[in-house]
């Protein structure tokens, strides 16, 4: 899959909505990331969730390498993702985090799977958009958005937020000794943050773009 075709499916599922047997929107865009950019090595963290075998995400991606992490039977790896990334001592090129969604063991997903990322790799966090207060529910979209927000800080990293599919945040590594994120100082702790701050805020915290201007991010100023 390219991203022109990633693009046209993002359009079709908004004008269609929630539908039981079209694969969700993060497919084709993890899909088409690997494709373009011939990534290798595919890990994602949360990889069994709730949806039977063969319609879950890891079962959809085609990569020449793909490790699925989860505490859930069925995974490549069935552990948590502390324990995993403990004894892992393989990079990879994509890592997609949807595991925990609390804030806190979310940020240490994130930074961990940035430690292990290939030059020119991505890290892609599931469910940074929350639709509601309600959503911020464990098992819904959870606190991840806030992880996201407590790396803003880093001037290193290339941060954006796909405005669909719950939200997918994207993070890279910046070309060195260029400031990519710019600096940027939340109100609290990354943790104490509350779901109205976040609609106060949600464009410049998240740095939200369109569909079409996330496929041109993840085309520019890209390393490796």
């Not at 430690?115 to 991505?122: D, N, R």
């Amino acid at each position: 899959m390219n991203f022109t075709e990633a693009l046209a499916y993002i359009r079709l599922r908004q004008a269609v909505g929630r539908h039981p047997w079209l694969p969700p929107v993060r497919v084709a865009i993890l899909q088409a990331i690997i494709d373009e950019f011939g990534y290798e090595s595919y890990l994602e963290i949360g990889a069994v969730g709730r949806e039977p075998l063969g319609r879950r995400t890891f079962d959809r991606i085609e990569c020449a390498c793909k490790i699925g992490v989860d505490v859930q039977p069925g995974a490549t790896y069935c552990m948590t993702s502390n324990e995993f990334f403990g004894r892992n001592q393989l990079a990879f090129d994509l890592v997609f985090v949807d595991g925990d969604h609390e804030a806190e063991q979310s940020y240490r997903d994130i930074k961990e799977s940035l430690a292990i990322l290939e030059p020119g790799g991505l890290v892609v966090v599931h469910d940074c958009l929350p639709p509601t207060e309600d959503d911020e529910a464990p098992e819904l979209n959870g606190t991840t958005w806030r992880a996201f927000c407590g790396f803003r800080d880093k001037p290193e990293l290339d941060m954006v937020t796909g405005d669909f599919d719950f939200g997918m945040g994207l993070v890279r590594r910046g070309r060195p000794g260029r400031v990519m994120n710019p600096l940027f100082t939340l109100p609290a702790h990354y943790t104490k943050l509350t779901y109205e701050q976040l609609q106060q805020n949600r464009d410049e915290w998240m740095l939200v773009k369109t569909a079409e201007e996330t496929i041109e991010w993840l085309t520019t100023n890209r390393t490796g």
